[in-house]
């Protein structure tokens, strides 16, 4: 999961894929990452922790880590959650193989109208980390449901 910074939406897409793929008994690996290195080593902004532990998901241990090329070997799938995220980690893309593991994440819902991107709610208020969490909610639900079939 990558966003910009690792504190808001990219930590909240680890905990609802983690929390999910627990509750439906898949062994999954899911890490999050940030494109800036802005927040290196800080846990995850306040108000996407409250968020997250209203649904019960508890991001208290993430610590912010910056994306790398060598992220590519360890993972099959890059979820990003804006177009500039994925021009960001594109730009690290080594080949065509890294070029194929990213993804937006918002993509893996079949909803029609459903929105390419995740917007970042750092700027805004309370409403938008609830607008994060459901948009991501729901994404990470249709993706596992498409793994189980």
């Known amino acids: 999961m990558v966003c910009l910074g690792n504190i808001c939406r990219s930590p909240l897409a680890e905990g609802i894929m983690r929390q999910k793929a627990w509750d439906a008994g898949i062994e999954i690996d899911v890490d999050s990452r940030g494109t800036s290195g802005f927040h290196i080593g800080e846990s995850p902004d306040h108000r996407t922790q409250k968020n997250a532990l209203s649904h019960g998901i508890d991001l ?20 990003v ?29 079949d909803e029609k109208g ?12 309370e409403a938008g980390f609830e607008v994060v969490y459901q948009l991501l909610d729901r994404s990470c639900r249709d993706f596992l449901n498409k793994r189980r079939k």
Request: hydrophobic residues 40%; proline residues 5%; glycine residues 4%.
């Open 60 to 79: 208290s241990q993430l610590k912010a880590a910056q994306f790398r090329a060598e992220d590519f070997d360890s993972f099959d799938i890059i979820f």
């Open 81 to 109: 959650m804006d177009k500039d995220n994925f021009r960001n980690v594109a730009d690290l893309a080594r080949n065509a193989n890294d070029m194929s593991k990213i993804r937006l994440i918002l993509t893996e819902t």
């Open 114 to 125: 459903y929105p390419s991107e995740v917007p970042d709610p750092y700027f805004g208020g």
